[in-house]
């Protein structure tokens, strides 16, 4: 066995993107927003967006996105990330412009904003954060909770029969004629975090060759309020969220083949 | 600039692209359609935004965003509109970011009708969304009027960094009348400090409604107060009419407030010691000209076209110095002077009784 | 001095044109002068009107419950107007329309069948000038000429080519009621 020896020069190999602030998170342990933010903020600084780029943050978990995040930031009422975004980005059509919005505020109380900025073609991308539950509340049912989900507000777990079935956002945004690109990715492994982390740097290179709307939702776990360990709510993901939520691109325009 | 025959709606509308509004966000909603649709042509002619947007509570967060890239920014509804709105407004007020908003009035609550009225005079100056704060509240009562107070609340949008709403009602937003538009200003060049554009060598910066602690929360109430006591200080506006030898007074704004002239002018033909007190601003009331008048007065007479909404803050100002009594309409009902006269003889009357009563 | 003309009939009989026909001759004129419409469902109803008051003061009410005149184009307008004109007011109404008549004898009344000289003239749609044009013959507080420079200057600036169809059927009203008075006295 040979001895190790000490490099001539040190290499950095990680490090914190220049997009993301050096500070503390209020996400809890385990809890996947961290490795989302990590994603957004590399594919910003690989693309060279940094300083054009402008964050809308939403209501829930992520509320303080903003200090999370070295960008230009805004604070959006809950659910009303998109049309904030609509009137940045129509105000400033040359900079960036992303929302970064959890299940509630996308899929429920936002329901009429992101459909209608993706009706529109609105040139935004969306990080589209689903872990099937409301996270700052305290664990809520959400529209994306799964059926039979045991939740804080459907105890006995998800009754379709009273409350629906979960939607599958992805499947209906890549609907609109305005969506330029709509994929779904997962973070609970390694393999499917750099999947994702391509589909954002796609969502990015979208918007700036002003394609039209981009999303990508990522299937994110919520340990606290599934009361699982970290790993356990990583398996949590594929078990049970995969089979509802099959992976893969909803909408890819033809032009943003070309990219 | 010539006197044109403008109607009302188109007028803001004009006014506003003078003023220099770069982006507008707005919902058809009658009787404020006509502005919109104004807006719809003209923008693009320009190369500036205009958006129709799904709803008032997206146009709204629209004008929210615009507002913190530092964009002249503004959507105009009637009170339906202006209900789903008030979240919105709020947020605007909570992050400091100037933004214009017209409201021509409707006969109201609920979907009530699209007539004239005054209903919404508590939603604008009171209720404007949770939490503690009044937007500044301009009235005009002409069409020239609501051409200026459009230029105005772009500059005290902009001055105090607050929200600014043109409180019009259906007959100012339908009539015609001639009036004269000024001329248009020069679009800004430069973004204010505050503005977001991207943290370009420069650290970023975050625009948001939030403090968490207690103190943190109340800091920044008590900045918005100590504005607020600036703009009451600096923005009152009003109009009076033969109040120097007056005994009654009538206060009316807006619309009532131009039927309540007529009304005064017939009262002095029967030579009746009657004047008119006119708020151009709501918020802040002209507390100031009004405490003045009330000193040397024996009553007054409130009309508005409503069940009697600013007549709480005329109380204020009399603080029981003088009886305030009240004429109004609803629903979108609008009194001619006729029986605005009739009002006004009778609270006469009812005065001169008092004062025969009172001892000597 | 005030006066407040409603003119109403079907939508399309241009009730609206000539009450701002009017209001914009009276503000060349320095007169004080609002118009305002019927707005909302009414104009996809029966009627469309709208009230142009003119006069030497500053005008409070745009609005009005008794017009001192009013230009009636139709049988639902007539029903709805006709009462409401103020004592001593004028009624002027389109006969080729309307056959009831009015019974008031507070009102002047002034009967022309507007809509059939239009179509005399070859254009049934100046039926609204015609009747403006009688109006202002039988109650003169403006001069047809006023009319005309208005509709020059402002409503027909765009559009040259209408004036003077307008201008003839504005005379044709004129003249109706002159022979219409030649033959009462």
Known sequence: METMTAPLELQTVYQRPNALEDTYTNYCPGCTHGVAHRLLAEAIDELGLRDRTILVAPVGCAVFAYEYFDLDGCEAAHGRAPAMATGVKRALPDRIVVTYQGDGDLASIGAGEILHAAGRGEKISVVFVNNAIYGMTGGQMAPTSLPGQKTSSSPKGRDVAMTGNPMRMSELLAQMEGSAYVARRSLHDPANIRKAKKAILTALKVQEAGLGFSMVELLSSCPTNWKLTPSEALKWIETNMLPIYPLGDYKVADAVRDL | ?360 | ?185
């Open chain 2, 1 to 360: 600039m010539a006197r044109e025959l403008l109607k009302g709606n188109v007028a803001i509308a004009e006014a506003a692209l003078r003023a220099g509004v770069e982006a507008y966000f707005g919902y058809p909603i009658t009787p404020q359609t006509e502005l919109l649709e104004h807006l719809a042509l003209r923008m693009p002619e320009l190369g500036r935004v205009f958006l129709q947007a799904e709803s008032e509570i997206a146009a709204i967060n629209m004008v929210y965003g615009s507002a913190c890239t530092g964009t002249r920014t503004m959507t105009s509804s009637s009170g339906p509109g202006i209900s789903l709105m008030q979240e919105g407004m709020s947020y605007i007020a909570g992050s400091e970011v100037p933004a214009v908003i017209v409201d021509v009035m409707r006969g109201g609550p609920g979907l009530g009708n699209i007539l004239p009225s005054q209903g919404d005079y508590f939603q604008v100056t009171r209720s404007a969304g949770h939490g503690d704060y009044h937007p500044i509240v301009l009235a005009p009562a002409s069409v020239q009027e609501a051409i200026d107070f459009t230029m105005l609340a772009f500059d005290l949008a902009e001055k105090y960094r607050h929200l600014v709403i043109v409180a019009a009602d259906g007959m100012i937003g339908q009539m015609m009348e001639p009036a004269e538009l000024p001329p248009m200003r020069p679009l800004p060049t430069k973004r204010p400090d505050w503005a977001l554009t991207g943290a370009d060598e420069r650290p970023k910066r975050v625009i948001s409604s939030i403090y968490m602690s207690a103190e943190a929360a109340e800091r920044f109430n008590l900045k918005v107060q100590a504005r607020l006591k600036e703009i009451r200080r600096n923005e009152q506006r009003s109009t009076e009419y033969e109040t120097d030898d007056a005994r009654l007074l009538v206060v009316g704004y807006g619309s009532a407030g131009r039927i309540a002239h007529s009304a005064v002018v017939a009262a002095r033909e029967k030579g009746l010691k009657v004047g008119l007190f006119r708020p151009q601003t709501l918020y802040p009331f002209p507390e100031a000209s009004l405490s003045k008048i009330i000193s040397r007065i024996q009553g007054c007479l409130v009309v508005e076209m409503n069940a009697g909404q600013m007549i709480e803050d005329v109380q204020l100002v009399a603080a029981g110095q003088v009886p305030v009594r009240f004429y109004g309409r609803m629903g979108g009902v609008v009194p001619v002077p006729e029986e605005v006269l009739a009002a006004i003889e009778q609270a006469y009357d009812s005065m001169s009784e008092l004062s025969l009563a009172a001892p000597a």
């Open chain 3, 1 to 185: 001095m005030q006066e407040e003309f409603v003119c109403a009939g079907f939508g399309g009989q241009g009730v609206l044109f000539a009450g701002q026909a009017l209001a914009y001759a009276a503000m060349d004129a320095g007169r004080s002068v609002t118009w305002i419409p019927s707005y909302g469902p009414e104009m996809r109803g029966g009627t469309a009107y709208c009230v142009t008051v003119i006069s030497d003061q500053i005008i409070g009410s745009p609005v009005v419950r008794q017009p001192s005149a009013a230009l009636i184009f139709n049988i639902p307008s007539f029903d709805k107007f006709e009462p409401l004109v103020a004592p001593g007011g004028i009624l002027a109404y389109n006969t080729s329309l309307i056959s009831q008549t009015s019974q008031r004898i507070d009102i002047t009344q002034v009967p022309v069948p507007a809509t059939d000289l239009a179509t005399m003239l070859g254009d049934a749609r100046m039926t609204n000038m015609v009747l403006l044009g009688a109006m202002l013959t039988a109650h003169p507080i403006l001069p047809l000429q006023a009319v005309e420079d208005a509709l020059r200057d402002h409503l027909l600036a765009k559009r040259p080519e209408r004036l003077e169809n307008n201008r003839l059927a504005l005379a044709q009203g004129a003249e109706f009621v002159r022979q219409m008075q030649a033959e009462a006295v």
